[in-house]
């Protein structure tokens, strides 16, 4: 079944600061990371990882689902459990969904697909009880666990070894037990919150999710670390030895991957990567598009989010854009995203869209549209005159655009093409005014958005990713009309996934050269080469490229 806006999909909301990897037929295990496992898959997936230890509860005390999947009402009844805080319990069991199932990390998504009844059966299957359901404050409060959890995981599980008995005992913990210690530790030591009422929530949980010797354990560990903190003496990662070794310490000291580190201290120095770090470690704001194309100007999106009181200002960069500071949950739950009076997008990908710069009556190629984040700006800029082809590979994402142009009333200048990119331009003779090849890549602009990704992310992806990215390049070259401009951008901080990509580009094809995009973006986002950067730390979004190439010949 299509999925639709109201479904409020991930993939939807986060469309422009989201990365996705090519479903690219030639590479098939390129596709597995793409998709979150089926909702139906996901039981079975999380009871495979407790029973690697101790199963949750016996087959016995299993909660029973009725054909149609739902729980029966005596059922409901008989296994709700009020000592249990309902926002932890069901924090737990998106951790679990997020590390076992492949579930998004998505943290607009309180109220959508997956959650609500549907999270119920999966706090019920997982745990094993229901607890009461969540209200707006618990939702705010799941979010920001596992949201926190996630970032954290690598300096969290850092502590929890340094208070286990030995490596091997962390090593074969239950992974639920894990994720209560994580949330525990997480509410301790970065929410600051007052140590003894965590200790208790998180030993109920586990005594009543494992058994009660998990909560003994979870209330020995706890108290370690309270008592650790306390006296100012948490272990520390010593940042000393040679580059390898720092890095390792800055990692876990910042909870990434240690790749990423190294990677980041060689491109950016030392100073720069630990800042960036701590971006991606706090917590994200999102910005708001005002569909013109439903005739809600910026101002009218302002006054409504001013009778809402949601803390916010317009975009010093872009017309219709305003920056969310606090409130984004009321924005959701006040329909206007499910009415497509805005969209949720970052500036990053809106100034991405100004350096194609559409205007009335272009003939316009997006060719990698999907979810349709870029596309759906470009076809308000056309103001009803030109043209859009969007086309992807993934016909669910393709799907998913139509869907939103309709809602948004764009749909009069867009025509979706599910087809392979690179097929697509050998077998057509069209040509283009302008192409924007917005390509998958690693997302390595996005991670404070996308607190799961970064453990996502492995170095190979990136080999691969790049020749994805030249593969695209040729084609999406092959559609551009004499004088005609091709776009290149992606939401990655990597040289390696954007200047590089544009160069080696230029030597395969010198009838392209780079046009300076001071021309339509703000200075302080173009680069000495004249290409398009945000910068995470120094503009306070998404980090993003774009480089603009005139065919001249
Ligand atoms: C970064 S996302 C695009 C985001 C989109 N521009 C937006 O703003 O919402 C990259 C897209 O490329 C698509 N893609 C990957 N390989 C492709 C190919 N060979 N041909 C066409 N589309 C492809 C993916 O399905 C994915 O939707």
Same mark, same amino acid.
């Given at each position: ?27 098939? %295990?390129?596709?597995?990371?793409? =998709? ?16 690697? %230890?101790?199963?949750?509860? /016996?087959? /016995? ?23 249990? /805080? ?19 990390? +998505? ?65 074969? #913990?239950?992974?639920? *037990? ?23 929530? %998180? ?56 790749? #990423? ?21 706090? +917590?994200?704001? =999102? ?48 329909? =206007? ?28 190629i997006d060719c990698?549209a ?7 700006? #470009? ?10 082809s969007a086309i992807d ?17 764009? +749909? ?5 093409i599910?087809a392979?990119l690179?097929?697509f ?6 040509? =283009? ?49 004499? +004088? ?13 996934? %954007? ?23 703000? /200075? ?16 306070? #979004? ?6 603009? *190439?005139?065919?001249?010949?």
């Amino acid at each position: 079944m299509a999925a639709t806006v109201t479904n409020f999909h991930p993939v939807f909301l986060l469309s422009d600061s989201d990365s996705y990897i090519s479903s690219n037929p030639r590479k098939p %295990n390129f596709s597995k990371r793409l =998709f979150t496992t089926s909702p139906l898959l996901f039981p079975t997936i999380v009871s495979h990882a407790l029973t690697q %230890n101790t199963p949750p509860y /016996s087959s /016995s005390s299993k909660p029973k689902l009725k054909k149609t999947g739902g729980l029966d009402s005596s059922e409901k009844t008989q296994k709700l459990n009020l000592q249990v /805080s309902p926002h932890r319990a069901v924090a737990a069991v998106r951790l679990m969904r997020i590390e076992f199932g492949g579930a998004f990390a +998505d943290l607009l998504n309180e109220r959508g697909k997956g959650s609500g009844n549907n999270e119920m059966e999966y706090v019920e299957r997982t745990l094993g009880f229901r607890t009461r359901d969540l209200e707006e404050r618990d939702l705010r409060m799941v979010t920001n666990i596992v949201g926190g959890a996630i970032r954290w995981r690598k300096y969290l599980d850092y502590l929890i070894l340094s208070l286990c008995h030995d490596e091997i005992s962390f090593r074969n #913990m239950e992974p639920l *037990l894990l994720q209560i210690l994580r949330i525990g530790f997480y509410e301790i030591v970065k929410r600051e919150m007052p140590p003894y009422a965590v200790v208790d929530e %998180n030993v109920n949980l586990a005594k009543f999710a494992l058994r009660p010797g998990a909560g003994n354990m979870v209330n020995g560990i706890l108290r370690k670390l309270v008592s650790l903190k306390d006296n100012d003496s948490l272990p520390v990662p010593k940042l000393d030895g040679n580059d390898r070794a720092q890095a390792r310490a800055l990692a876990t000291t910042h909870s990434h991957p240690v790749w #990423m580190v190294r990677r980041w201290t060689k491109y950016l120095g030392q100073e720069a990567a630990i800042k960036l770090m701590i971006w991606n470690n706090t +917590d994200p704001s =999102f910005s708001l598009r005002a569909n013109i194309a439903k005739g809600l100007t910026r101002e009218d999106l302002i006054t409504k989010l001013n009778i809402l009181k949601v803390l916010h200002e317009p975009s010093s960069y872009l017309d219709d854009f305003v920056c969310i500071r606090r409130g984004m949950q009321i924005v959701i739950q006040n329909g =206007f995203l499910k009415e497509g009076l805005c969209s949720v997008q970052d500036e990053s990908a809106g100034l991405a869209v100004s350096v194609l710069d559409p205007q009335p009556d272009d003939c316009i190629i997006d060719c990698c549209a999907a979810p349709g984040g870029k596309t759906l700006f #470009m076809a308000s800029r056309l103001k009803g005159q030109g043209m859009i082809s969007a086309i992807d590979i993934n016909k669910g994402r393709l799907r998913i655009l139509e869907e939103t142009a309709k809602l948004q009333c764009v +749909d009069s200048v867009i025509s979706c093409i599910h087809a392979d990119l690179r097929s697509f331009a050998d077998s057509n003779n069209l040509k =283009f005014d302008k192409v924007l090849l917005d390509a998958p890549c690693s997302g390595l602009g996005v991670l404070s958005k996308r607190p799961d990704l970064r453990w996502n992310r492995k170095l190979e992806d990136l080999e691969e990713l790049k020749s994805l990215q030249d593969e695209l390049l040729d084609a999406a070259c092959k559609l551009v009309k004499a +004088d005609g401009v091709l776009v290149y951008s992606t939401c990655s901080i990597d040289p390696e996934e %954007n200047e590089e990509r544009v160069s080696a580009f230029l030597i395969r094809h010198p009838e392209f050269q780079i046009e300076p995009v001071d021309r339509y973006v703000p /200075s302080e986002f173009s680069t000495e080469q004249g290409f398009y950067r945000s910068c995470p730390v120094k503009h306070s #979004m998404d980090g993003a490229f774009a480089a603009r *190439l005139v065919r001249w010949q």
